[in-house]
């Protein structure tokens, strides 16, 4: 089992930034991919970053490229959010998930996730 715990959400601004991390746990070997997503009310969950352990590989939605930075630290097995130029419309609860196999740079849909956190909330106000 794979445990992961997000931190660094709050209440920002438009124009601000805040910065997600995601703590990994339990047997964190056993994961090659670590992911952002996020679900505003009413809304299903969508992606906004990948990042590949290994190679440092990411892939951003295109709501969120140039804005957002996912970044990780391999040795402590932890992934980091780092939004900037926030907007009205980037509120939503921001989940980290993580893959037990290589899947490819890119993929973004729920299903191909296997472990994921328990959320935290962003709020941008305009």
């Known amino acids: 089992q794979v445990q992961l715990v997000e931190s660094g959400g709050g209440l920002v601004q438009a124009g601000g930034s805040l910065r997600l991390s995601c703590a990994a746990s339990?047997?964190?070997?056993?994961?090659?991919?670590m992911a952002w997503f996020r679900q505003a009310p009413g809304k299903e969950r969508e992606f906004v970053a990948f990042i590949r352990w290994s190679s440092g590989g990411t892939y951003y939605a295109d709501s969120v490229k140039g804005r957002f930075t996912i970044s990780s630290d391999n040795a402590k097995k932890a992934a980091h959010l780092q939004m900037d130029s926030l907007k009205a419309e980037d509120t939503a609860v921001y989940y980290c998930?993580?893959?037990?196999?290589?899947?490819?740079?890119?993929?973004?849909?729920?299903?191909?996730?296997?472990?994921w956190g328990q959320g935290t909330q962003v709020t941008v106000s305009s």
């Open positions: 998930a993580a893959a037990t196999r290589p899947i490819p740079v890119g993929t973004t849909t729920t299903g191909d996730y296997d472990y």
């Open positions: 339990g047997r964190t070997f056993s994961t090659y991919v």
